[in-house]
T-cell receptor, first 113, second 114 residues
Framework: DQQVKQNSPSLSVQEGRISILNCDYT??????FLWYKKYPAEGPTFLIS?????DKNEDGRFTVFLNKSAKHLSLHIVPSQPGDSAVYFC????????????FGTGTRLQVTL | DVKVTQSSRYLVKRTGEKVFLECVQD?????MFWYRQDPGLGLRLIYF???????EKGDIPEGYSVSREKKERFSLILESASTNQTSMYLC?????????????FGSGTRLTVV
């Protein structure tokens, strides 16, 4: 039972345009969400997070939006750069579940010139 | 920056072998984790540890065990490797417990069981 879903396995975007990566979740107890970025042959690195008390969090070119009623979050990258080409994982957690993070299946982003 | 080091980048083992995957972190983090990454399944938690000699099962602990004798080192053990354990294994650590703590990951060990 996949509680965190990234329905697009891949996405291709031109350099300079906006990349939008989507993530849906089913567990209404999730109250904190994170995005990780993973290059080939490297471990995932933390990118940005958002608490359920917010609907938006911004860090430079990266913005995460949370729609709690739809159980949906998205990561916007503006403008997209070739170095953003990687696999992006969203992850979710709920208060009181110790150290449990539930990851999505990942979306491979390709930023083309 | 936290450095999480996994001892092997690639491993090939035979079915039935006992396999040890080693992970060391250098930032005195309390919590350490083992995940496996498979296509279409994302990262799944195998085991985690919030203190020396303490361990908790994750989502898919079957066929695995762990050891944490020292704070900086967390070992994943495959008691009798099977082909369905062929995967990318990722170790991670975090300073505090709780899902709000971003993990620092190692580069991964790609294990092939033949």
């Amino acid at each position: 039972d996949q509680q965190v879903k990234q329905n697009s396995p891949s996405l291709s975007v031109q350099e300079g345009r906006i990349s939008i990566l989507n993530c849906d979740y089913t567990n209404s107890m999730f109250d904190y969400f994170l995005w990780y970025k993973k290059y080939p042959a490297e471990g995932p690195t933390f990118l940005i997070s958002i608490s359920s008390i917010k609907d938006k969090n911004e860090d430079g070119r990266f913005t995460v939006f949370l729609n709690k009623s739809a159980k949906h979050l998205s990561l916007h990258i503006v403008p997209s750069q070739p170095g953003d080409s990687a696999v992006y994982f969203c992850a979710a957690s709920s208060t009181g579940t110790a150290s449990k993070l539930t990851f999505g299946t990942g979306t491979r982003l390709q930023v083309t010139l | 920056d936290v450095k999480v080091t996994q001892s092997s980048r690639y491993l090939v083992k035979r079915t039935g072998e006992k396999v040890f995957l080693e992970c060391v972190q250098d930032m005195d983090h309390e919590n350490m984790f083992w995940y496996r990454q498979d296509p279409g399944l994302g990262l799944r938690l195998i085991y985690f540890s919030y203190d020396v000699k303490m361990k908790e099962k994750g989502d898919i602990p079957e066929g695995y065990s762990v050891s944490r004798e020292k704070k900086e080192r967390f070992s994943l053990i495959l008691e009798s490797a099977s082909t369905n354990q062929t995967s990318m294994y990722l170790c991670a650590s975090s300073l505090l417990s709780g899902g709000r703590q971003a993990r620092s990951f190692g580069s991964g060990t790609r294990l092939t069981v033949v």
